[in-house]
């Protein structure tokens, strides 16, 4: 089995960081021999906000003055050219066609991502003076998203291994080692799939994963899954992990849970619905 991906898509906006979220888009559409996509998206909220008589922003050398829809929408506009400038140019290095669009927050479910699409986006903010930071927007972008959804937080020529951890066994998580089998190969070749107590504690679990994987260049080891927090933190670190892949869906109810673990992690998770 080999999951298709038909298109690389990268979710941009004003306060996000992209350099790393386009550089490894780039990398994997070129791998997957697929085209690249960048979507810009503009804050309707903020655009909004520009239109109240008391909005107010303050700028260096101006002070305080007037925040317009005008001001606002010019600020999007250099910001969304500078965006595709970076895609295009990622793209001519890595020899991959590439597009590129504007919407307007909110977004619709299909926005990003099709059934054979691919996101990447970045997982940290622009900094704003020394130490300011706002929060990034990816979370809410996940929500809408039920593709493949990579945060990118390292450069994609760091080394590392890929980590995988399955909760059941079926199709859903088929497709979640195939895709992490597929990008172990492209970088160093070692995976590790970890699986929940009752799944990596039956006899066949590592039987069923080396078929599954059969073929493939790997260097694989099977593993029951850390279940702390700390644990698992110890293992990313110990396992050199350059890739974390984990299982979700429409069904959990542990969001925060989920965003405190990425955002203590230094490595890129992908998350498979």
Same mark, same amino acid.
């Given at each position: ?5 038909? #298109? ?20 994997? !559409? ?5 085209? *690249?996509?960048?979507?810009? &998206?503009?804050?309707?909220?903020? &655009?909004?906000?520009? /239109? ?27 910001? !969304? ?8 140019? !990622? ?13 307007? @927050? ?18 940290? @903010?622009?900094? %704003? ?14 929500? &809408? ?6 945060? !990118? ?5 760091? /080394?590392?291994?890929?980590?995988? *951890? ?18 172990? /190969?492209?970088? @160093?070749?070692? *995976? ?9 504690? @039956? ?14 260049? *790997? ?13 698992? #933190? ?7 992990? #350059? ?28 998350? %498979?619905?």
């Amino acid at each position: 089995m080999t999951q298709e991906i038909k #298109r690389v898509i990268v979710p941009l906006d004003a306060a996000s960081e992209t350099g790393t979220a386009i550089d490894t888009a780039a990398h994997l !559409a070129a791998r997957w021999r697929v085209p *690249l996509h960048g979507v810009f &998206i503009e804050d309707e909220e903020l &655009i909004s906000l520009a /239109g109240l008589p008391f909005a107010r922003q303050v700028t260096l050398g101006a002070g305080l003055e007037p925040l317009t829809k005008d001001h606002v929408e010019d600020h999007f506009r250099a910001f !969304a050219e500078r965006a595709r400038r970076e895609l295009a140019a !990622a793209a001519d290095r890595h020899d991959v066609k590439w597009s590129f669009e504007i919407v307007r @927050s909110p977004l619709a479910r299909d926005t990003l991502g099709g059934e054979h699409d691919f996101v990447v986006a970045g997982a940290a @903010s622009r900094p %704003i003076g020394d130490h300011f930071r706002i929060a990034s927007r990816w979370q809410s972008w996940m929500a &809408i998203v039920a593709r493949p959804f990579l945060l !990118a937080k390292r450069e994609w020529e760091t /080394g590392g291994s890929v980590l995988t *951890l399955l909760r059941r066994r079926d199709p859903k998580s088929a497709r979640a080692l195939d895709i992490a089998a597929q990008i172990a /190969g492209f970088r @160093s070749g070692n *995976l590790t799939v970890a699986g929940a107590p009752d799944l990596a504690g @039956s006899d066949d679990f590592t039987a069923w994963v080396s078929e599954f994987l059969e073929g493939r260049s *790997l260097r694989l080891q099977t593993e029951p899954v850390a279940t702390e927090p700390a644990a698992l #933190r110890q293992r990313i670190t110990e396992l050199d992990c #350059r890739l974390l892949v984990l299982e979700a869906s429409e069904q959990d109810a542990q969001p925060d849970e989920l965003r405190q673990l990425v955002e203590q992690l230094a490595c890129d998770v992908l998350i %498979i619905r």
